[in-house]
């Protein structure tokens, strides 16, 4: 399970923040009208990845890389 294991849970949260951003790109209504709820989540996770998108970019180098010597 990726909650038992700090590097999978890492790898779940980092796709899910790529994921959101990349939707919300290509079909902003879809994410957009959810702010609220459990849905939010979603579209805070877009946030994140329109705002920090350096530091996420670099913190999915170092995964991918991290995962290659894994």
Same mark, same amino acid.
């Not at 702010?35 to 920090?52: C, N, S």
């Not at 999915?60 to 890389?65: D, E, K, S, T």
């Given at each position: !399970? +990726? ?6 849970? #890492?790898?779940?949260?980092?796709? %899910?923040?790529? %994921?959101? %951003?990349?939707?919300? +790109?290509? &079909? ?6 959810? /702010? %609220?709820?459990? #849905?939010?989540?979603?579209? /805070? +996770? &877009? ?5 920090? !998108?350096?530091?996420?970019?670099? +913190?999915?180098?170092? #995964? &991918?890389?991290?995962?290659? #010597?894994?």
């Amino acid at each position: !399970s +990726a909650l038992f294991n700090f590097q999978s849970l #890492m790898l779940v949260v980092l796709l %899910t923040i790529c %994921t959101c %951003t990349y939707l919300r +790109a290509q &079909a902003p209504a879809l994410i957009d009208r959810n /702010k %609220t709820g459990v #849905m939010g989540l979603f579209w /805070k +996770a &877009a946030r994140i990845g329109e705002r920090l !998108s350096p530091y996420v970019s670099i +913190a999915c180098l170092i #995964m &991918a890389f991290q995962l290659i #010597m894994y």
